[in-house]
């Protein structure tokens, strides 16, 4: 999968095997997330998605103003088939400008990992999470884990247009300038209003 663009939704398909086996255990999907991408919390809770979000949560920042800090989503999944999917919507921070000739960034996404989170009675699952993976408050009830085995078509990436180093003097000239007629023309009709407001003051005195 390869998304060209800032906004789009990550479909996780999960097709369950022996699902009344795993009847006591819950089922989660773990997306790891590199510094460039990021979630709106907001747009998940209006998704009702059940998750915890562990990263940096300002929207505004560019993807300089971030380093290399990690996301990490969390959802939760309630299945009640043996086949359920699992949307996120995705979006992309503002990349560092490059020289050259429309240039452009892209961005690996690792794959998520889906498993099953389970109490300590399922002594036969040995699976653990990834090692660099945070500690989760909705984890603390359970002991053993079930990673699910995923296919993927084609590595998970964005390509996205980045802005160009050479333009930015004539950017910020441009900005300054309408800024200063913006400023000038405010101020003018300012003015103006003003003049008109004191001379109907005086007209009736």
């Known amino acids: 999968m390869q998304a060209k663009g800032f906004h789009t939704t990550l479909s996780t398909n999960i097709t369950l095997h022996a699902r009344d086996y795993y009847a006591a255990c819950n089922l989660f999907v773990l997306h790891e997330l590199p510094a460039d991408i990021i979630v709106d919390l907001f747009e998940l809770h209006d998704h009702e998605l059940s998750f915890q979000f562990i990263g940096n949560t300002n929207l505004e920042l560019p993807a300089s103003g971030v380093a290399n800090e990690l996301g990490w989503l969390l959802v939760a999944v309630k299945p009640e088939t043996d086949f359920v999917v699992v949307d996120v919507p995705l979006h992309v921070r503002y990349g560092v400008p490059h020289a050259g000739h429309n240039p452009r960034h892209s961005i690996p996404l690792p794959p ?4 099953w989170a389970c109490p300590a009675s ?6 653990a999470l990834p090692s660099q993976s945070p ?7 359970f002991t053993h884990f079930e990673i699910l085995q995923h296919t993927i078509s084609s590595p998970l990436s964005f390509d996205i247009p980045i802005g160009n180093i050479n333009h930015s ?3 910020e000239l441009c900005t300054v300038t309408v800024t200063l007629l913006a400023f000038i023309y405010i101020t003018q009709h300012c003015w103006t209003i003003s003049k008109t407001l004191y001379s109907g003051h005086l007209k009736m005195q």
């Open 122 to 127: 399922y002594i036969s699952l040995h699976s």
């Open 135 to 141: 500690k989760f408050h909705l984890l603390d009830s």
């Open 169 to 171: 003097l004539c950017i």
């Open 112 to 115: 998520p990992i889906c498993f």
